[in-house]
């Protein structure tokens, strides 16, 4: 079913009821496994993903070039970033085996090893490994942009250093590629009904600046709708960064407050002298 | 129809620091939703500027609770010096923070501790590792860091004597000392650039262990980890006859929890007196024969239950977010030997999981 272009102009409401330039409920929450160096939980909507964190930590034996691992950065005197995604067979509607050599998930793994890899400090840790699983358990739209921001969320619970949050996000387009049509609007967090009918990319941003580590459009679209959809994308990436940095926030007052972690000093009490 | 810019509606409640309603230089972004097309970004920012920070005069409770996450920029004033945990951007003089956790201060030196991160070693601190690897010369142990540490050859108390020179024959035979599994108490000797370590066993007080059990908590980068202190190894006597029991708490956040076995010394002097009479060199012989043996000795069933509760009171202090140090546990130990004093299994209930974990950790925040 082509999606009713006619009724987003009438109200201009999309088809879950969002506006243009709304996020769908993004719920996140860091230090879900006590035994991990460091994970997360992130809710895009109704896309679910789970990230683990192991490192940076001695590499393990040189697996072949087939196996699941995309590196981020050469061995030279740098930790390697090694992702692996699995994608659950009952994460989308029609059930589907995703093997492990499935060229869609190698280069989401090589996508998001590189992204990282340009935030994290990684040439802090030599000779060793940081290895980022994530489990996707439900899809619906925007996988890449969620698959990003768990992993730079469980990066931030291992206590990597990183340069500042790796955000992601999903723009789009109201009318088709083959509408043509000028007039069309961006929109902002495409969910799956979204992707399959409309021209999108995927957008990851520095934190709050306008540095874009990440562009990936795999549809086509006029170039001249493409400025306003990335202009959408990196907006929404700043809200996105906002909303993982307060649940981190969130996490290490409550941490400081439980006396887990020592209290640290304020900038006032800094300056004073 | 062209597209009405709405009004801004947050997507979530925005809870604001205090330190911002305060501000009354507090810029407007916030205000303005959506995009200009122009290319012109609002910048929404939440975060506040260094200079409404300064300004404002904010209760020292809530501003000590405050963390700083990535990306934060601490202060852009010159005078400080970046240590860990920040950076500062090419051709400006901000220090940023690059990871999430709590600022401390040495002088100028601002420095970020993460809230949780691997283990760094330092020289000086004891760790407890496992040999996960032998090679010709030397041990590489696994001290749960970035890397793993490398034990030589020549920093073990070899057999037949403490200063001894190695020999090829000891080369030879390295796995009779330390095999792949082996759990050891160590010293980190010395820092490689790369922050690798080099440990050594050269004490009587360092080697391998055995006759106990071995617990993971979480390294010092927090969460309730081992806190670097003056004691970290200490013998305590158990309750309900479980005799004396030796707990080595690693610096790394590895714990051994293990019987206490009297010191061959003692031991000579106690068991058997025709030993005794044999000399020193004889003493020398039997340190080395029992200390690189990975045998048990026999361990009473007490003592193992003792052993057991001991380290659910270590799990229970990590669960609860509590620091594991000699006080907490010692503490904790005894807090739950009167926890399953009153319950209705008596001695034998050790369980310390779940609400009764919470039960101790607030009956030791009371305290």
């Known amino acids: ?273 | 129809m062209p597209i009405t810019i709405l009004a801004p509606r947050p997507s979530r409640p925005t809870r604001k620091h205090p330190q911002e309603d305060a501000s009354v230089t507090s810029d407007t972004d916030s205000e303005a939703g959506g995009v200009d097309l122009d290319g012109d970004l609002p910048m929404t920012t939440t975060r506040p500027s260094k200079r409404a920070r300064l300004n404002t005069t904010t209760t020292q409770s809530t501003a000590a609770f405050e963390i700083v996450t990535p990306g934060e920029i601490i202060t852009d004033d010159p005078q400080w010096m970046r240590g860990h945990g920040t950076y500062v951007t090419p051709s400006t003089t901000a220090i940023t923070s690059s990871v999430a956790g709590t600022m401390t201060r040495t002088n100028k030196l601002l420095s970020v501790r993460p809230l949780r991160a691997r283990y760094t070693p330092e020289v000086g601190d004891l760790v407890v590792g496992r040999i996960v690897e032998v090679q010709a010369k030397r041990w590489r142990v696994d001290v749960g860091s970035t890397q793993l540490a490398s034990l030589p050859l020549s920093a073990i108390n070899l057999p037949g004597g403490i200063l001894r020179k190695r020999t090829e024959t000891d080369e030879l035979q390295i796995r009779t000392f330390f095999a792949e599994g082996d759990l050891l108490v160590a010293e980190v000797q010395q820092l490689f650039a790369d922050g690798g370590a080099v440990l050594h066993t050269r004490s009587l007080k360092y080697g391998k262990l055995r006759n106990g059990v071995f617990v993971a908590v979480s390294g010092t980068g927090g969460g309730g980890g081992v806190v670097r202190s003056r004691r970290q190894v200490w013998t305590m006597e158990a309750a309900n006859g479980g005799g004396l029991v030796d707990v080595v708490l690693g610096v790394n956040g590895y714990v051994w929890i293990s019987k206490h076995v009297e010191t061959p010394e003692a031991g000579a002097d106690s068991s058997s007196s025709s030993k005794a009479a044999a000399g020193i060199t004889n003493m020398e012989e039997s340190v080395s024969t029992t200390m690189y043996s990975s045998q048990n000795d026999r361990i009473e069933v007490e003592a193992m239950r003792e052993i057991a509760r001991l380290r659910g009171v270590v799990t229970a202090l990590v669960e609860n977010g509590l620091r594991v140090d000699e006080d907490m546990v010692v503490r904790g130990y005894h807090e739950a030997v009167e926890m399953a004093m009153v319950s209705a299994e008596g001695p034998d209930d050790i369980y310390l999981g779940g609400e009764r974990g919470q039960q101790l950790a607030a009956a030791l925040r009371g305290a």
Request: net charge negative; with cysteine; glycine share 12%.
């Open chain 1, 1 to 273: 079913m082509p999606l009713d272009t006619s009724t987003y102009n009438l109200a201009l409401l999309r088809v879950d009821g969002r506006r243009w330039n709304e996020l769908r409920r993004v719920h996140a929450q860091i230090r879900t496994q006590a035994a991990a160096d460091g994970s997360s939980y992130l809710e895009m909507g109704h896309t679910k993903v789970m990230c683990v964190v192991t490192g940076p930590s001695e590499p393990g034996p040189r697996r072949g070039t087939g196996g699941g691992g995309a590196g981020g950065a050469g061995a030279g005197g740098a930790a390697e970033v090694v992702v692996s995604i699995v994608i659950a067979g009952f994460s989308s509607v029609d059930r589907k085996r995703h093997g492990r050599g499935d060229k869609r998930t190698l280069e989401l793994q090589s996508t998001v090893a590189n992204a990282l890899a340009a935030s994290l400090h990684i040439h802090l840790f030599p000779h060793s490994q940081v290895n980022i699983s994530l489990h996707v358990l439900s899809q619906d739209g925007s996988l890449l942009a969620a698959l990003i921001n768990a992993a730079a969320l469980a990066c931030v619970d291992a206590g990597i250093p990183m340069t500042d949050y790796v955000a992601a996000c999903t723009a789009g387009s109201t009318s088709t590629y083959a509408a043509n049509d000028e007039g069309a609007d961006p929109l902002l967090d495409l969910n799956h009904q979204e992707e399959q009918e409309l021209p999108g990319l995927t957008v990851a941003t520095l934190g709050e600046s306008d540095r874009v580590v990440v562009l990936v459009c795999e549809s086509r679209v006029q170039v001249s709708r493409l400025e306003g959809m990335l202009a959408v994308g990196v907006d929404g990436c700043k809200q996105v960064r906002e909303i993982l940095d307060r649940v981190v926030r969130e996490k290490g007052r409550r941490m400081v407050q439980e006396g887990t972690v020592e209290k640290g000093i304020g900038l006032n009490e800094m300056d004073v002298d």
